[in-house]
């Protein structure tokens, strides 16, 4: 139960699904906007100059459709005053050919009133700067204006003058302010009289703050005579004396094969002054004759696409931001399944084995979940029969995950030592902090050490403190568990209590009966312990070996020597056998001649070895009390014992027919009971 639990531990937790899946789909996510935002920037930047230039011909197209609009109403001001009845008679007067001089009186009062009349109608509108009536005459050519100042502009500036009803930009001289320019516009009002009307620039300078294109960018006209305005300049664009630099860029631009006057459509060039890029774009305004520019002012070309490139980078990290929070999302409900198994492992191997996954969905995840709980049912009622099994031995099942490097005891472990270990880690458990006897310390670190190298521990045998207080035997054997590749991923053995065999052995040998002859145990004591041995083969999982020896021709010594050295025969045999066998066995006297020795752990500890051994020692012999130099010939039977049900008795008997076949067949070797 605990390597499944284990298992799907470090397939769910470990892999962290929900991290990935976060991480992956975030990162898709913003490589997909960062991805989009430099497709879309070399897009903006490879269109943004002809967007920008259809930007600015649409604002061009727009502004001179107002600008003609501006003169309409300039030209409904000049016929408004032309059709003035006081002008239309004051002209139709002076163009009488019958008028007398009678008349002269009547003519001057109806100057007056024609004088009266442009100065009102010159009041009518701010923008109205001043209204002149002239003839054809080369010497007298005004015949009325509101404003003496006009007369002499008119006088000199005649022969500027374009056909009627059209716009000039003519720059007027006043002697308390520097040159400014202002519009003049005349029409015909007779066969030889003319209206000519002038008009304050002051609304294009408005018209110029209403229309700029973009922070940076202005407005600028260029009337039928060449002459510049916008916010910053008045000038004629021809006269380099009075050019900048950047209009010296424009008029090269627009200067026409013919005279500017005549240009129609639009045009549009790019010029650089400085480290200041800028696009152009010109207009003409209807059939004023006027030409309408639209400037537009960039640090380079770049600089265009910037605002919409800053937006989109905007958008584009809005977007990205939103992914990644809807790929949270979406990831912490993708794998919120996964969670819950997680968290019913966790609690399963925690204890809590009655606890299932809900199933709510019926998709991978609900089918994943019913074969879990299947498997979970399944597992239960085989731990369930496990730790039934265990609860009915008395040996104690203890298992240590590498992987998690974890301990965990069987239950009956609480009922022989009552240590409690504060964590399942390796340092808090009994392993580690078990009370060990002195004498078996260096033996239990080497059992240690072989386990946490996952060696196989076959029977190891040391003295633990228990719950009350005192040392008891215990025999421990463990093995490890593989994994696919061959690493090992945990150990898994039992701890057997052997208090009461070992306890009981050293008891028997406290108290055992030895022969007084040759010092080693007695018949009956040697049976009492070799019947221990038989119990305790059952927890060690090995073998032991009887190995009936009889002296051969013993009626020898007695007959040609005497008792006494037949007694020294006897007690020589006895010390060569102890002195062979003592490590790893135990000998005794079973009678007359006849000596029986126990092998432990014969499958280690070879019978056939300690057979040549004891034939090859007792042959070299010993001096006798007369002197002379006896050596002892022995037959041996060996039995080989693994089934704990034989009687001592019949384990005798078989080494004792092993060794009377050899008796038979030539004495003084040894043989196995077949």
């Known amino acids: 139960m605990c390597f499944l639990a284990q298992t799907f531990k470090e397939r769910v937790t470990y892999m962290k699904i929900r991290t990935m899946l976060i991480l992956s789909t975030t990162i898709f996510s913003l490589f997909s906007m960062t991805l989009f935002a430099i497709v879309v920037s070399v897009f903006l930047s490879s269109s943004a100059e002809e967007g920008y230039m259809e930007t600015l011909r649409e604002m061009s197209v727009k502004q001179s459709g107002t600008l003609e609009m ?321 609860e009915m031995s008395d040996n104690i099942i203890f298992e240590w995950n590498f992987h998690t490097d974890e301990v965990v005891f069987s239950n009956n472990f609480s009922k022989k030592f009552s240590y409690r270990a504060p964590t399942d880690s390796y340092k808090d458990s009994f392993l580690v902090k078990c009370k060990v006897h002195p004498e078996d310390t260096e033996n239990y670190r080497k059992t240690l050490d072989k386990l946490s190298k996952g060696e196989a521990i076959q029977q190891d045998e040391f003295r633990w403190k228990n719950i009350f207080g005192d040392y008891v035997w215990v025999l421990m054997r463990a093995g490890a568990i593989h994994g696919a590749n061959g690493e090992i991923m945990k150990v898994v053995g039992v701890i057997i209590d052997i208090d009461r065999a070992k306890k009981s052995e050293k008891i028997l040998s406290a108290r055992a009966s030895y022969d007084a002859l040759t010092g080693l145990y007695n018949r009956e004591t040697l049976e009492e312990l070799i019947n221990n041995e038989i119990q305790l083969i059952a927890a060690r999982k090995n073998e032991f070996a009887i190995l009936f020896i009889d002296v051969d021709d013993f009626k020898f010594f007695n007959d040609n020597y005497s008792h006494a050295t037949g007694d020294q025969v006897l007690r020589f045999t006895a010390i060569s056998i102890n002195d062979i066998v003592s490590k790893y066995g135990m000998a005794g006297r079973f009678g007359g001649d006849e000596f029986v020795v126990c092998i432990r752990n014969s499958e280690i500890n070879d019978p056939a070895k300690t057979a040549e051994a004891i034939l090859d020692k007792l042959k070299d012999g010993f001096v006798c009390d007369v002197g002379d130099r006896l050596t002892v010939n022995v037959s041996i039977g060996i039995a080989i014992i693994k089934d704990t049900a034989k009687r001592v008795e019949e384990i005798i008997g078989m080494a004792d027919d092993a060794m009377y076949k050899i008796k038979n067949s030539g004495k003084s070797n040894y043989g196995f009971i077949n």
């Open 70 to 390: 501006y003169f309409d109403s300039y030209k409904q001001k000049l016929t408004t005053i032309s059709v003035n009845p006081a002008i239309v008679d004051y002209i139709a007067m002076l163009e009488d050919p019958d008028a007398s001089d009678e008349d002269a009186n009547v003519l001057a009062a109806a100057g007056e009133r024609a004088l009266r009349a442009l100065e009102a109608l010159s009041h009518e509108g701010s923008n109205v700067t001043g209204i002149t009536i002239f003839n054809n005459d080369t010497i007298a050519p005004v015949v009325i204006a509101s404003g003496a100042d006009r007369i002499g502009f008119l006088l000199h500036h005649r022969k500027d003058m374009l056909g009627p009803d059209r716009f000039a930009a003519i720059p007027i001289q006043d002697s308390a302010t520097e040159q400014y320019y202002e519009l003049f516009i005349y029409t015909p009002i007779s066969d030889s009289h003319y209206l000519l009307c002038s008009f304050s620039s002051d609304d294009l300078t408005e018209f110029f703050v209403r229309s700029r294109p973009s922070p940076g960018g202005r407005i600028l006209l260029i009337c039928p005579l060449n002459h510049l305005l916008d916010q910053t300049f008045r000038g004629n664009i021809e006269e380099s004396a009075n050019r900048t630099t950047e209009y010296i860029r424009i008029y090269s631009n627009i200067r026409p094969e013919a005279d500017i006057k005549h240009r129609n459509g639009t045009e549009f060039f790019t010029y650089e002054v400085g480290k200041v890029f800028s696009y152009a774009l010109f207009n003409s305004v209807g059939d004023t004759g006027w030409m309408l520019g639209v400037i537009g002012v960039a640090k380079d070309k770049s600089d265009i696409a910037s605002n919409a490139l800053s937006r989109l980078i905007n958008l584009a990290i809005f977007l990205g931001l939103f992914m990644a929070a809807f790929n949270i999302f979406f990831a912490i409900r993708l794998t919120k399944p996964l969670i819950t198994i997680k968290d019913t492992l966790f609690k399963v191997r925690r204890g809590d084995h009655d606890i299932r996954i809900n199933i709510t969905q019926n998709n991978e995840y609900g089918k994943v979940s019913k074969e879990f709980n299947d498997l979970l049912d399944n597992v239960v009622v085989g731990e369930n029969r496990y730790k039934t099994v265990v």
